[in-house]
């Protein structure tokens, strides 16, 4: 059983990575019902919440049915995140997770996100302060160290879990690797493998497909996997990692017009919750990856992706299905 506090999850849970403008309401939406067993909201900024600043605080909205879930911050001054994370805490999500991954030059050479990666004292003061001040579990979710000189994870894993971090989800890659090469599960597998190590050890990086999940997990024995680019426009990733994994068949791809539904739902809830210009907006990297696979779907993908009028995006979906589908 995979537990964080009060959650508790069968063997061996896929999370749904947090991902800014992406894991939001209508999204989570889609990937819960294709079986994610653990979503998180997109990083929220601290100063912001403190700040009282309306577009992050619709940041934290949770739905019952979204459960289990947690929420999750950055920024770089300690006062300020322990702040927001009783505001956080008063949302009551299942967990408060604290970003010390992101590699964001403007978030990170200021010293939050990956920036934390560069001053480990602080970042288990921050965390250690962050887990006295709220009554839900804190987790942490980090990459390899700040570069390839300072691949400091396995000392970061002790250190947080002493402080009482309850679960920590690692993006095989260093900061300076931003999302370029091949992530590396090898230090992933030896923080999992270290016997000091009690706490879920989540695993990440690179996972688009049902035989890479496997892999992943028989080779480094990870507690939990966390998945994200490739859920955009595959939300139902999840369906087909646990079909593969209960049953050892890789289920037969969404025909074209199943998909064309599949968007059209999802641009229909898009909209619901962001409105018209960002609830289009923000679809666009998503139909991009729906329809990745089309033959001579170039001048069609383009048209789709910078229409900035409904009906006329509704009607290039129904232009999909007639020509593809
Ligand atoms: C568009 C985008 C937004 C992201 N936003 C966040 C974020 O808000 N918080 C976070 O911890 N990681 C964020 N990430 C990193 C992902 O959670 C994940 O660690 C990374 O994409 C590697 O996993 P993957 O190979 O499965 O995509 C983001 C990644 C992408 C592509």
Redesign the pocket.
């Known amino acids: 059983m995979f537990k964080i506090g009060k959650i508790e999850i069968p063997d061996t849970p896929l999370l749904l990575?947090?991902?800014?403008?992406?894991?939001e309401p209508s999204f989570r939406s889609l990937c819960k019902h294709y079986g994610a067993d653990l979503m998180?909201t997109?990083?929220v900024a601290s100063e912001a919440l403190i700040r009282n600043i309306e577009k992050s605080f619709k940041k934290l909205q949770i739905l019952e049915e979204e459960r289990p879930i947690g929420i999750?911050i950055?920024g770089h001054n300690i006062n300020a995140m322990v702040e927001s994370a009783k505001i956080v805490a008063e949302v009551k999500p299942d967990l408060l997770?604290i970003?010390f991954?992101?590699p964001v030059k403007k978030i990170a050479t200021r010293g939050a996100g990956a920036g934390m990666l560069r001053d480990i004292p602080k970042m288990i003061k921050m965390s250690s302060e962050i887990v006295k001040a709220v009554n839900i579990p804190v987790t942490v979710?980090t990459r390899l160290g700040w570069d390839a000189e300072s691949l400091h994870i396995e000392e970061i894993a002790e250190k947080l879990q002493d402080v009482g971090i309850q679960a920590l989800a690692i993006?095989g890659?260093t900061r300076n690797q931003f999302?370029k090469g091949e992530?590396d599960w090898t230090l992933i597998g030896k923080v999992k493998n270290n016997a000091r190590i009690k706490i879920p050890i989540i695993g990440?990086?690179?996972?688009?497909s049902p035989q890479k999940a496997k892999l992943m997990l028989d080779r480094y024995g990870v507690d939990a996997l966390?998945?994200?680019?490739?859920t955009i426009g595959r939300p139902y990733i999840f369906k087909e990692i646990k079909h593969f994994f209960n049953t050892g068949e890789i289920l037969e791809e969404l025909s074209v017009n199943e998909k064309v539904e599949l968007s059209k739902l999802h641009f229909s809830k898009s909209l619901e919750w962001k409105g018209d210009k960002r609830g289009i907006f923000e679809m666009r990297?998503h139909f991009s990856n729906y329809f990745k696979s089309l033959y001579d779907f170039k001048s069609t993908r383009i048209k789709l992706v910078t229409s900035t009028d409904i009906a006329e995006i509704y009607s290039i979906l129904d232009k999909i299905a007639e020509k593809w589908g």
């Open positions: 990575a947090p991902m800014e403008d992406m894991t998180y997109e990083f999750q950055y997770d970003n991954g992101c979710k993006h890659r999302y992530a990440n990086g690179d996972i688009d966390m998945i994200g680019r490739a990297r």
